[in-house]
């Protein structure tokens, strides 16, 4: 019964705790989304705009992350993108996979419509020169950096914190709550134990087993039932009295056969 109270009282702090999160973002969310749109804009955030065909030279870091974008409509190979360090060697890129294609940058109306085409790591901190020899227009972005300028945000913090912790304290809750109240409403099995009440005779019968089951037990001796002792000296001695009453016996009838021997003898000489 305590720990059901004890759950009742978490559930209701977690319910409660969940629809104080999920108010917090919803009076953030319009704002940290024009935040977030404002400081991920590709058109206002970009490092370096280059049309197609042409090169530019830009300041890069080694502890910085950089990510090549074009527009989802535009055709540019992986192939067409080249980044050159101040002694003329070509810096490998890595081709973004499926799932961080499928991370598009917004414009500034919001609308996710850049697509990463290839992305550098860069050696050290250096002048590059970023070549574009396709066709069409690209950007470069230091995704590093505007990650940092995300977190370093309150409105956007408090927003991400109040989302992602909110919605699943909801759902903890409901599913604990649905499991104690079906806990609670689940028909309670009795247990029911038929127990014979023993009759005198019966006890005796079960706790002295030496017994024979014939004998009717206001006949027997308990004292010398129980006490095994007390019976072999019981039977010794009794043993001993019948001995000695045979004795006695014995000397009884042979005291009187001999005096009848006497009698006979007096008779026939005539006493």
């Not at 104080?20 to 970009?46: P, Q, R």
């Not at 540019?76 to 080249?82: F, G, R, S, T």
Request: glycine share 6%; hydrophobic share 40%; charged share 30%.
């Amino acid at each position: 019964m305590v720990m059901k109270s004890g759950a009742k009282v978490w559930i209701k702090r977690l319910t409660g705790l969940s629809i104080i999160l999920i108010l917090v973002f919803v009076a953030t969310y319009g704002d940290s989304t024009d935040k977030i749109i404002e400081k991920m804009n590709v058109e206002e955030n970009n490092l370096l705009e280059l049309e197609g065909g042409g090169e530019g030279y830009v300041e890069l870091e080694a502890i910085g992350l950089y990510t090549v974008v074009t527009l989802e409509d535009n055709q540019l190979l992986e192939n067409e993108i080249k980044l050159m360090d101040s002694e003329g060697n070509e810096v490998d890129g890595v081709v973004p996979n499926s799932l961080e294609k499928m991370n598009k940058r917004p414009d500034s109306n919001g609308k996710l419509v850049y697509v990463p085409i290839m992305i550098f790591d860069v050696p050290k901190d250096a002048e590059y020169q970023l070549l574009n020899e396709g066709n069409n227009t690209l950007w470069i972005l230091d995704d590093l950096e505007i990650q940092s300028n995300l977190i370093s945000d309150t409105t956007i913090l408090i927003s991400m914190l109040s989302c992602c912790l909110g919605f699943p304290l909801g759902i903890i809750a409901l599913i604990w709550g649905l499991f104690v109240w079906r806990k609670k409403n689940k028909p309670q099995q009795k247990l029911l134990v038929k127990e014979e009440i023993m009759t005198t005779d019966q006890l005796f019968k079960q706790y002295n087993s030496t017994v024979k089951a014939d004998v009717p037990a206001p006949f027997v001796d308990l004292d010398k039932v129980t006490n095994h002792d007390l019976l072999n000296d019981d039977l010794l001695n009794t043993m001993e009295m019948s001995k000695e009453n045979n004795e006695d016996y014995a000397e009884e009838e042979n005291n009187g056969e001999k005096q009848i021997d006497e009698k006979w003898k007096n008779w026939d000489d005539g006493d």
